[in-house]
């Protein structure tokens, strides 16, 4: 792939505004998909599926089979229309979005046109530094995801190269809520850190809803990024791309910034800007073209013939409301209260979008503080190694199991950092990687005081400078002892043994 020219970050905001727009994803957790009675596999009961056992007529698009509206996928769509601020229509439709599908058996999705369940909303986003933005919700709609394409031979994995491609269709008909916003001005040199801050905001309400897992890497949240640019001074809006399926919040900041400056070369060049689908690499951190991108009226909508349309009761809405949790930013000032963390301490947190993971962390038994330390350090540590998300790597009840074990005195810290990579790998439970491993710390003391003896008698100096009140030459012995021990002992332990035989 030919590396793009980019201009840089700083220069080309100084000669472009940047305008953004998202079109983020949510698949709903029901337990069947939008309009067949298949297992939904963006439900827990279902992540293991074989390929193509989670189908019914509906998702292949057989001759004869007629969708029906899953009626707990559209409650779900009305709590997220309410969380996110929209007012929800007392009537709504269906439409058919014409658009060659290979993943579709019907060649077209079902999804919601000119007649959305939600619209115009608002969502307010916090940045880093505590500034608040609030970004305009254009619609919430309900649709159908498409399969999954498996594109085998070739050096990529993608299509481009590949020998074949084989088709998933367990994801087909997954109930999907599609949010639009409207274009957003003013992000200027914020423009990358807005987007991952909207994606985590989406990320937050979703989770306080539990109407999905909105685990981004296994597309249960996307974003398509829109950026464009506008010279400064200029009112009418410059050509936008969309960056597809973006499945990272630290990936969707990189792709913002990719394309401001990709586009900016390209336009300080005399060049101009094509309207099309981009992908994003991770490996590269680059977008690459991927189609023209088509208006509405290329899809051909027309209401769908076979579904009526989906009318809410005053009364059903009204009940909704009442249900909705506490707003993100409300519970980001009461768990900030809560866990009594610092201004800095919450930032870090929240900045990592690992609010949910840390209150789970807590709720299973850590500590606020303990729950803090191993999402932010170690565990942020290990996925940037990886090029993930922290929370991909380990379920927040596991954390909170393997600081009770740290609590217990079976492991010290550097133990604990072990058995936690063992987790992570796929190890089993901290308990059974620290059994498989024999990582618990020694608690006998007669281990540890052949250990210190055998220290002391290779520094026999040691022990008289204890004895004449240099208690920090302790410090050779300690460090020796725990070499010996592996790490296995207790530092505090190992001390006050040391201590007691200089007493002695």
Not at 171 to 182: D, M, Q
Request: proline share 5%; net charge negative; hydrophobic share 40%.
């Amino acid at each position: 792939m030919a590396k793009d020219a980019l201009l840089d970050f700083d220069k080309a905001l100084e000669l472009y505004e940047p305008v953004l727009g998202f079109e983020v994803h949510v698949e709903l957790n029901t337990a069947t998909k939008m309009f067949s009675a298949a297992g939904n596999p963006a439900h827990a009961d279902n992540h293991d599926a074989a390929p193509n056992t989670l189908v019914a007529p509906v998702d292949m698009g057989l001759p004869g089979s007629l969708p029906v509206v899953n009626e707990t996928a559209v409650r779900f769509s009305i709590s997220l229309g309410l969380a996110l601020g929209c007012s929800i229509a007392p009537s709504s439709r269906f439409a058919r979005k014409n658009y060659f599908y290979p993943d579709l058996g019907k060649n077209y999705q079902i999804s919601q046109y000119d007649e959305p369940i939600a619209f115009e909303g608002e969502v307010q986003i916090e940045l880093a530094d505590g500034t608040v933005i609030d970004v305009p919700i254009e619609r919430a709609h309900m649709e159908e995801d498409a399969g999954k394409l498996t594109h085998v031979g070739g050096a990529t994995g993608r299509i481009q190269g590949a020998e074949y491609s084989l088709v998933d269709y367990n994801r087909a008909g997954v109930p999907l809520v599609e949010i639009v916003t409207k274009p957003i001005y003013g992000t200027e040199h914020r423009a990358p850190e807005v987007a991952k801050a909207y994606v985590a905001a989406i990320r937050d309400i979703v989770l306080s809803l539990g109407i999905s897992e909105a685990r981004m890497e296994r597309g249960n949240l996307r974003c398509d990024a829109n950026v464009s640019l506008r010279p400064r001074g200029q009112e009418k809006l410059g050509t936008r791309t969309e960056t597809k399926n973006v499945n990272s919040m630290r990936s969707v900041e990189r792709a913002v910034r990719y394309e401001i400056q990709r586009q900016a070369a390209i336009l300080a060049g005399g060049g101009t800007i094509t309207q099309e689908t981009r992908h994003w690499h991770e490996d590269t951190g680059r977008t690459s073209p991927g189609r023209p991108k088509s208006d509405a009226d290329d899809y051909r909508y027309f209401p769908e013939p076979d579904l009526l349309p989906v009318v809410p009761s005053e009364a059903l809405i009204e009940q909704l409301r009442a249900a909705l949790p506490e707003a993100p930013s409300v519970r980001r000032r009461r768990l900030k209260g809560d866990w009594g963390f610092t201004d800095l301490e919450f930032q870090d947190v929240a900045n990592g979008g690992l609010l949910a993971e840390v209150e789970a962390t807590v709720a299973a038994g850590a500590t606020p503080s303990a729950a803090r330390k191993w999402w932010t350090g170690e565990i942020s540590r290990l996925a940037n190694a990886q090029g993930v998300e922290a929370t991909s790597l380990i379920a927040p009840a596991s954390v909170a199991a393997l600081q009770l074990l740290v609590d217990a005195g079976t492991l010290n810290d550097k133990l604990a950092r072990q058995v936690l990579e063992g987790v992570i790998a796929g190890e089993g439970t901290p308990q059974e990687v620290v059994d498989a491993r024999g990582l618990a710390v020694v608690s006998d003391d007669g281990p540890l005081i052949a250990a210190i003896d055998d220290a002391l008698a290779a520094q026999p100096d040691v022990l008289e400078k204890i004895r004449d009140g240099k208690v920090q030459a302790a410090g050779a012995v300690i460090g020796a002892v725990m070499k010996a021990m592996r790490g296995q002992a207790d530092a505090g332990r190992v001390r006050e043994l040391v201590l007691e035989r200089a007493a002695q």
